[in-house]
């Protein structure tokens, strides 16, 4: 089982680094031959379930060795394009708006592709009752084009998020024959007559920062 993580949870590793046993490294991901990241193997404490975390070594980014895994459990913070969906409140994509390169290289040529498990992560979400809402999504690799016009057009689409990764990772997934499961948590607000951050220094707890996603997604992973 894979996951994606941010900077947030490299404490998680960090503190199993001191403890040799519970860390297995997984994979190295290299670009012009310079090591970037490195990707470990870290077990939970008391149980036989295992985290996969990434420590940055260089922020670009290149190729990465194998990982052998079928399903990716995969989450993070996203735009909100509704303002009456709450600041952290998980967003579940139900299709995704491929505006960015990388999925017509793996997927032929279409406005949205469907992320395939929604309803998987849903029912996890509905079976531990937690708060959720299911929507399209808009996936950009292009943040300064998130302009009023593009934002409108999504919207009326019905798209209630975007980030930057969820259509091109269901489009390599698909083409490799591997399951993706995704969520998201809702974050910045650009349904606003101007951007609203939503998010006070400091504060994680209720955000899209709060850790305890991380707890969810482990308790995704243990489902399937």
């Given at each position: 089982?894979?996951?994606?993580?941010?900077?947030?949870?490299?404490?998680?590793?960090?503190?199993?680094?001191?403890?040799?046993?519970?860390?297995?490294?997984?994979?190295?991901?290299?670009?012009?031959?310079?090591?970037?990241?490195?990707?470990?193997?870290?077990?939970?404490?008391?149980?036989?379930?295992?985290?996969?975390?990434?420590?940055?070594?260089?922020?670009?980014?290149?190729?990465?060795?194998?990982?052998?895994?079928?399903?990716?459990?995969?989450?993070?913070?996203s735009?909100?394009?509704?303002?009456?969906?709450?600041?952290?409140?998980?967003m579940?994509?139900?299709?995704?708006?491929?505006?960015?390169?990388?999925?017509?290289?793996?997927?032929?040529?279409?406005?949205?592709?469907?992320?395939?498990?929604?309803?998987?992560?849903?029912?996890?979400?509905?079976?531990?009752?937690?708060?959720?809402?299911?929507?399209?999504?808009?996936?950009?690799?292009?943040?300064?084009?998130?302009?009023?016009?593009?934002?409108?057009?999504?919207?009326?689409?019905?798209?209630?998020?975007?980030?930057?990764?969820?259509?091109?990772?269901?489009?390599?997934?698909?083409?490799?024959?591997?399951?993706?499961?995704?969520?998201?948590?809702?974050?910045?607000?650009?349904?606003s007559?101007?951007?609203?951050?939503?998010?006070?220094?400091?504060?994680?707890?209720?955000?899209?920062?709060?850790?305890?996603h991380?707890?969810?997604?482990?308790?995704?992973?243990?489902?399937?």
């Open positions: 089982m894979g996951f994606t993580i941010e900077e947030l949870f490299h404490e998680i590793l960090n503190s199993a680094l001191e403890e040799e046993d519970k860390v297995t490294l997984l994979s190295r991901l290299y670009k012009k031959g310079q090591l970037q990241n490195e990707v470990f193997l870290v077990k939970r404490e008391g149980e036989d379930t295992f985290e996969v975390c990434k420590r940055q070594i260089n922020p670009e980014n290149g190729r990465t060795e194998v990982i052998d895994t079928n399903k990716f459990v995969v989450f993070g913070g735009g909100c394009l509704d303002r009456e969906i709450a600041h952290g409140k998980i579940i994509p139900t299709e995704s708006y491929r505006d960015e390169g990388t999925s017509y290289h793996y997927a032929q040529a279409s406005d949205y592709i469907k992320i395939r498990n929604a309803n998987k992560v849903a029912d996890f979400m509905e079976s531990n009752k937690l708060p959720y809402i299911l929507g399209k999504n808009w996936t950009t690799d292009s943040f300064y084009r998130e302009t009023e016009n593009n934002i409108a057009k999504r919207k009326a689409d019905g798209c209630i998020s975007v980030e930057m990764e969820c259509s091109a990772m269901q489009a390599v997934c698909d083409f490799r024959g591997l399951e993706l499961y995704y969520f998201l948590t809702s974050g910045d607000l650009l349904d007559p101007e951007w609203d951050e939503r998010h006070v220094e400091g504060e994680y707890a209720g955000t899209q920062h709060d850790t305890r991380f707890d969810i997604a482990i308790e995704l992973a243990n489902s399937l």
